[in-house]
């Protein structure tokens, strides 16, 4: 299997604006993902560190969203997703 390298990264608050959903919540949802669902961890100056997601696990996540959302264990949509 041939694997595509990552390209780029995208913080946890950038997720959230882009799903409409609230980052606190989306980050109790991303706990239990690992490195390989998409889900990493990326240190600044400066900084502790933040949660960040690659193209593989926003995908991962969104999908997280819809099966809460679908069990109704969801709060309420900051606004509508891309």
């Known amino acids: 299997m041939i694997v595509a390298a990552i390209a ?3 913080t946890i608050g950038y997720v959230a604006t882009l799903l ?13 993902m690992f ?14 560190g933040v949660t960040a997601f690659t ?3 926003i995908e ?3 999908q997280i ?3 809460e959302r679908t069990a109704g264990r969801a709060p309420p949509s900051i606004k509508p997703a891309k």
């Open 8 to 10: 780029a990264v995208f």
């Open 20 to 32: 409409g959903e609230d980052e606190d919540w989306l980050h109790e949802l991303s706990i239990d």
């Open 35 to 48: 490195p390989e669902d998409g889900r990493l961890w990326v240190y600044g100056v400066g900084e502790d």
């Open 55 to 57: 193209e593989d696990g």
């Open 60 to 62: 991962n996540l969104r």
């Open 65 to 67: 969203v819809v099966d």
